[in-house]
């Protein structure tokens, strides 16, 4: 059964503060990994990552992957009140699937002015 | 942007009745998903659906489940005989095509289902 696992499930943090977020994964089949962000309800897409090594990064929020490692890790730096949310970090299988992609838990992020 | 829009937010039943969930997904999207997220817990997936049929389901979605597009831009889930446990969020998805490298879902805000 494929697995992600998300860590910390919280962090408090003031602003500021750099945070950094962790995912690792076990999977039978593996294609990608995305990062939402999940504000009250509709998770929103952060980043998609394919290749190890190679770092996406968009304002303050960085990501990278480690395909041998089988992790990747969500950077936020200088964070603000507004970037408080749930992080999610979900795997999307390769060969045959057609979606299911297997989610961690979160990690649930609050920053404090 | 476009977004994938699912009525209502929030839902309350009785234990046994049937209750439809709505999604409108992003127009020229053609892989739709439900997924579902109990308090507390993680976001699981449930079916995901093209050309009118399901691809892949999980454990999860057993016989009391199904899904339609009734039309070119609905997409229901229905639960026949709702039980307690049954009480999540429930989050519909989109894409423009089959997960590859390039593409990635779209999540509708969510119905919120409450049996009691």
């Known amino acids: 059964e494929d697995k992600v696992v998300q860590s910390p499930l919280s962090l408090v943090v003031h602003e500021g503060d750099t945070v950094t977020l962790n995912c690792s994964y076990e999977v039978t089949n593996f294609r990608s990994l995305l990062w939402y962000k999940q504000e009250k309800k509709a998770p929103t897409f952060l980043f998609m990552l394919t290749s190890s090594g190679i770092e996406k990064k968009s304002g303050r929020l960085s990501s990278i992957l480690d395909k041998k490692e089988l992790f990747s890790i969500l950077n936020i730096t200088a964070t603000q009140t507004g970037d408080s949310a749930v992080y999610l970090c979900?795997?999307?299988?390769?060969?045959?699937?057609?979606?299911?992609?297997?989610f961690g838990q979160g990690t649930i992020l609050t920053v404090h002015p | 942007e476009p977004e994938v829009t699912q009525t209502p937010s929030h839902q309350v039943t009785q234990m046994g009745q049937e209750v439809i969930l709505r999604c409108v997904p992003i127009s020229n999207h053609l892989y739709f998903y439900w997924y579902r997220q109990i308090l507390g817990q993680k976001v699981e997936f449930l079916v995901s659906?093209?050309?009118?049929?399901?691809?892949?389901k999980s454990e999860i979605f057993d016989d009391q489940f199904s899904v339609e597009r009734p039309d070119g831009s609905n997409f229901t889930l229905k639960i026949r005989s709702t039980k307690l446990e049954d009480s999540a969020m429930y989050f519909c998805a989109s894409s423009p095509d089959r997960l590859t490298l390039n593409e990635k879902l779209f999540f509708g805000s969510g119905t919120q289902l409450s049996v009691l």
């Open positions: 659906f093209y050309n009118n049929e399901i691809s892949e």
């Open positions: 979900a795997v999307v299988p390769g060969g045959t699937s057609y979606g299911k992609l297997t």
